[in-house]
């Protein structure tokens, strides 16, 4: 997919804390999307992820939002996942 999709392509979210399956995402989200699609409080707390250069993120040449690629932020995420058992009390 190229860069040229506009905000058409990005998609419109209902508010954040509604759930969703991953596939229901954009292709190319904004910060608002990535921090509903993780569960974040808000997406100050994207911005300091990208900050911290510890989430995958894509910026237009001469462009000043950040982009995500949804493949690459679900792809990050299972890599970054920490596996919760149940205690055997």
Known sequence: ?????????????????????FGDYPPVM???????????????TVQVLVREGRIPVRRLPGGRPYRFLRDEIVDWLESH?????PDAG
């Open 30 to 44: 904004n910060s608002r999307q990535v921090a509903e699609m993780l569960g974040l409080p808000s997406i100050k």
């Open 1 to 21: 997919m190229g860069w040229s999709a506009g905000p058409a392509a990005w998609g419109s979210l209902p508010a954040m804390g509604t759930p969703r399956a």
């Open 81 to 85: 996942a920490t596996r919760v058992t």
